[in-house]
């Protein structure tokens, strides 16, 4: 159920002067989770060791050339790319976190806590320790592909046991936390025989990091955001009615089995191009839809580009966090996530079990 609840109808109103009420107010949501994440990305750009003041901050972003070169550089070469990169990256787990728990009827899922992350953090070390670049492909295009092809293997196969355990929450969910463990295990592997440069990246990759954004990494993973976020779109009818059932969507004539391939394979994209750049960045994909839900309702049209919002929002805020905890020190921003979703994923589990137990 949403947190905002429908307000009791006046005497006299119609349903369709109702539902315009009810849209209205989600949009109004929509728009202030929009500006906050706008809020959120300036001050995350004004943010830093650098002293910059705001009104500095804007003149470089409206006239560069009226700073000196220095500020020009830390605007455009390093803040932007970095809060651009985390409000980006944010939205794109998001939306897979929020397809990911309708395509699998469970509030538990998300790209991390079934291994899909996990998967995509394989796929990029292979690409790191066996080194193709004698290929002419650049790292930029073969971490995520790499990534991808790992992440979406690994949904076709929770997916097929999801349908071999006829959607069993539990069962679905140990399964995909034995399978992140055993994919860390590789990746660990991965680490002992890489050398020292190898090393490093592959450890920035598991620790997650925005600190090597640019803006042609921001700009892949926008324009992959952009298309799945229209392919999602256009499914949000379909998937609205499988969050109602799965036996009403094949009543009304949706194929489930397709969906949920097409589904899936949209968010290990998402996710494999997401992280390629950054590395891990856990409990964004579960928290920001769990919010969205709450604020926004079940309906699809809106939901996912809620839990987009959200996920970007959220990821801003631990980026301005990161920045914060310590004086002069950025924390790696997978670690910031991690200290506040571990407590809500705890909290999540206890709610479902409690729920159980009624």
């Not at 998967?119 to 990029?124: E, L, V």
Request: positive net charge; charged residues 10%; contains cysteine.
């Amino acid at each position: 159920m949403p947190f905002i609840q429908r307000a009791k109808p006046q005497e006299g109103q119609t349903l369709a002067s109702q539902y315009r009420q009810y849209m209205s107010l989600r949009l109004i949501i929509l728009l202030a989770l929009a500006v906050g994440t706008l809020l959120t990305l300036v001050y995350d750009l004004s943010e830093g060791p650098s002293s910059l003041s705001f009104l500095g901050l804007l003149q470089g972003l409206w006239s560069p050339d009226s700073l000196p070169i220095t500020q020009q550089v830390i605007i455009w070469d390093i803040r932007l790319p970095y809060a651009l990169m985390a409000i980006l990256v944010g939205a794109a787990l998001g939306l897979a976190g929020a397809e990911m728990q309708t395509a699998l009827n469970n509030p538990l899922a998300s790209p991390f806590t079934l291994g899909v992350g996990s998967a995509a953090t394989f796929g990029a070390s292979l690409a790191i320790v066996f080194d193709l670049s004698h290929l002419g492909i650049s790292q930029n295009f073969l971490l995520p592909v790499c990534a991808f092809a790992f992440a979406g293997a690994t949904s076709l196969i929770i997916l097929g046991i999801a349908n071999n355990l006829g959607g069993s929450i539990h069962s679905v969910l140990l399964f995909g936390i034995a399978l992140m463990f055993g994919l860390n295990a590789m990746v660990g592997v991965l680490q002992f025989v890489a050398d020292e440069g190898q090393l490093q990246q592959i450890v920035f990759w598991t620790m997650g990091s925005l600190a090597r954004a640019d803006i042609e990494k921001a700009s892949i993973v926008a324009i992959v955001l952009l298309v799945c976020l229209v392919f999602s779109l256009r499914n949000a009818w379909a998937m609205t009615l499988l969050r109602s059932g799965e036996e009403q969507a094949k009543s009304m004539g949706i194929n489930v089995k397709r969906l949920r391939v097409i589904t899936l394979l949209r968010v290990s994209l998402l996710t494999a191009v997401a992280l390629a750049f950054v590395g891990e960045i856990g409990f964004i994909g579960l928290v920001a839809p769990h919010i969205a839900r709450m604020i926004i309702g079940e309906s699809h049209r809106l939901f996912l580009i809620g839990s987009a919002l959200c996920g970007a929002l959220l990821l801003s805020l631990a980026s301005i966090a990161s920045k914060s905890v310590i004086s002069g020190l950025v924390l790696p921003i997978g670690m910031v996530t991690a200290l506040v979703g571990i407590p809500f994923f705890i909290t999540l589990i206890y709610q479902h079990q409690k729920r159980n137990t009624l």
